[in-house]
T-cell receptor
Framework: GESVGLHLPTLSVQEGDNSIINCAYS??????FIWYKQESGKGPQFIID?????DKRQGQRVTVLLNKTVKHLSLQIAATQPGDSAVYFC????????????FGKGTLLTVNP | SQTIHQWPATLVQPVGSPLSLECTVE??????LYWYRQAAGRGLQLLFY??????ISSEVPQNLSASRPQDRQFILSSKKLLLSDSGFYLC?????????????FGSGTRLTVV
């Protein structure tokens, strides 16, 4: 079946570097995508979202890029900080009007001081 | 503002015992409600979702059930827990009719079945 997946299960970066977390999706009908951050023992927190009629959206230190041609989504974190260490999930709508989301497996980001 | 409450935060239960986890949402009306389970180091598995009072859809066959007795209350239950029911349970909500319908998650319940 169609699903959302991640290219890299783990990512280790130095504090101050930029981080890029990637996500591949296969449902060409998906029109809404979200990135979540989950710290250990906590529920996922919304970071940023993007509709399929956009290819880039920026937030505070984060940017989401959407490439519909190759069905690829990425999250860029500028000047990564130790507090950014967490698991990052991408999610897409499941299609239709039921407002359910399908989540990828997650990428563990570790920021080294 | 909207808030979501989930309790208890942690729970240790013996095999064969019943389970009741509760989730409530404040500050909104008629939300979609969801129960997810997350195994250690794994992704999020959708268990149940509800679009209204008394309306429950099950995503995977299992030992669990869900109920929605009130608009903003969602309950996850089991009559007899199995070891395999251990995990991190997350409740979430969103609203229909909005383009940005990303979930808001609760803080989760860590369930250990022993």
């Amino acid at each position: 079946g169609e699903s959302v997946g991640l290219h890299l299960p783990t990512l280790s970066v130095q504090e101050g570097d930029n981080s890029i977390i990637n996500c591949a999706y296969s449902n060409s009908a998906s029109d809404y995508f979200i990135w979540y951050k989950q710290e250990s023992g906590k529920g996922p927190q919304f970071i940023i979202d993007i509709r399929s009629n956009m290819d880039k959206r920026q937030g505070q230190r984060v940017t989401v890029l959407l490439n519909k041609t190759v069905k690829h989504l990425s999250l860029q974190i500028a000047a990564t900080q130790p507090g950014d260490s967490a698991v990052y999930f991408c999610a897409e709508n499941s299609g239709g009007s039921n407002y359910k989301l399908t989540f990828g497996k997650g990428t563990l980001l570790t920021v080294n001081p | 503002s909207q808030t979501i409450h989930q309790w208890p935060a942690t729970l240790v239960q013996p095999v064969g015992s019943p389970l009741s986890l509760e989730c409530t949402v404040e500050g909104t009306s008629n939300p979609n409600l969801y129960w997810y389970r997350q195994a250690a180091g794994r992704g999020l598995q959708l268990l149940f979702y509800s679009v209204g009072i008394g309306q429950i859809s099950s995503e995977v066959p299992q030992n669990l059930s869900a109920s929605r007795p009130q608009d903003r209350q969602f309950i996850l239950s089991s009559k007899k827990l199995l070891l395999s029911d251990s995990g991190f349970y997350l409740c979430a909500w969103n609203l229909r009719g909005r383009w940005n319908y990303g979930y808001t998650f609760g803080s989760g319940t860590r369930l250990t079945v022993v």
